[in-house]
């Protein structure tokens, strides 16, 4: 069974740029979420998709959007990048709708912003 | 609202217990638990939902009072391997997302 897997695991980026961050999703699971996790905090929902639809959204701004693929795997994009969007990037793949169970973590995309 | 976890930080020995408490302000469908080590993933621990019995497996346990909103997890005789931070995530529906606390980072000492 293959794991949560994403990438890049790092990447450096300035102000004003583009990143695309990717997710694949452990085999069997339908739905994936995408956290933003700053230095020494608690990691904060940005949004969930199932079943390739946005099925929940938390307080990040629309220029964070996101894709899920009919294999489940799944995109996030960040468009103007801004100095404060620099933290770890995490997605968990789950088999249900979120709260139905346990969520299944990468080991995140540790994005720079200069 | 982002639930409140203390202690931000507790030191321990190996043997030694610890309970980490998470408390809301708004009335809670579940709570689930997870720990992070250093560099790595966050990893499912348990969850809690309203009505449900307290939960636990091997030496690791936690209990969910919903009329308090809180819910405190236990770690009995603590292993080396129990180091990592410690979040709670509180959902206030069935199927809406995890507000996380900020964490509670264990130390364990051999």
């Known amino acids: 069974e293959t794991g949560v897997t994403q990438s890049p695991t790092h990447l450096i980026k300035t102000r004003g740029q583009q990143v695309t961050l990717r997710c694949s999703s452990q085999s069997g699971h339908n739905t994936v979420s995408w956290y933003q996790q700053a230095l020494g905090q608690g990691p904060q929902f940005i949004f969930q998709?199932?079943?390739?639809?946005?099925?929940g959204r938390g307080n990040f701004p629309p220029r964070f959007s996101g894709l899920q693929f009919p294999n489940y795997s799944s995109e996030l994009n960040v468009n103007a990048l801004e100095l404060d969007d620099s933290a770890l990037y995490l997605c968990?793949?789950?088999?249900?709708?979120?709260?139905?169970?346990?969520?299944?973590f990468g080991e995140g995309s540790r994005l720079t912003v200069l | 609202q982002q639930p409140v976890q203390s202690p931000q930080a507790v030191i321990l020995r190996e043997g030694e217990d610890a309970v980490i408490n998470c408390s809301s302000s708004k009335a809670l469908y579940s709570v689930h638990w997870y720990r992070q080590k250093h560099g790595e993933a966050p990893v499912f621990l348990m969850i809690l939902l309203k009505g449900g019995e307290q939960k636990g497996h091997d030496k690791i346990s936690a209990s969910f009072n919903e009329k308090k909103q809180q819910s405190s997890l236990y770690l009995t005789a603590s292993q080396l391997s129990y180091s990592g931070t410690y979040f709670c995530g509180t959902e206030k529906d069935s199927n809406y997302q995890l507000i996380w606390g900020a964490g509670t980072k264990l130390i364990i000492k051999p």
């Open positions: 998709y199932y079943r390739e639809e946005e099925n």
């Open positions: 968990a793949s789950s088999s249900g709708l979120l709260g139905t169970g346990e969520l299944f």
